[in-house]
């Protein structure tokens, strides 16, 4: 699958962001802040959009699926090599 080049962009200042946050040996805080903002922001959106109790079931099955594919997809390389820590 082909990200458009704004969308890889953004991406990539949100890791910015988060390897200056993890400076000092802090990745897995960071990681789980990550995590909750993300959590945050989508329930901020989807109440902001008029979604109603009803829709939030179907809601978090959406994000969810999102999070599986995109954590799937970057383990198998599919935006480019992972760059592991060297020992």
């Given at each position: 699958?082909?990200?458009?080049p704004?969308?890889l962009?953004?991406?990539d200042?949100?890791?910015?962001?988060?390897?200056?946050?993890?400076?000092?040996?802090?990745?897995?805080?960071?990681?789980?802040?990550?995590?909750f903002?993300?959590?945050?922001?989508?329930?901020?959106?989807?109440?902001?959009?008029e979604?109603?109790?009803?829709?939030?079931?179907?809601?978090v099955?959406?994000?969810?699926?999102?999070?599986?594919?995109?954590?799937?997809?970057?383990?198998?390389?599919?935006v480019?090599?992972?760059?592991?820590?060297?020992?």
């Amino acid at each position: 699958m082909a990200y458009p080049p704004d969308f890889l962009k953004r991406v990539d200042q949100f890791i910015a962001l988060a390897n200056q946050m993890a400076e000092g040996g802090l990745q897995g805080e960071v990681s789980a802040a990550i995590l909750f903002a993300a959590g945050r922001y989508n329930a901020f959106n989807f109440l902001s959009n008029e979604g109603s109790e009803q829709d939030q079931a179907t809601a978090v099955d959406f994000y969810v699926s999102e999070y599986r594919k995109a954590i799937v997809s970057n383990l198998e390389g599919a935006v480019g090599p992972l760059v592991k820590p060297q020992s």
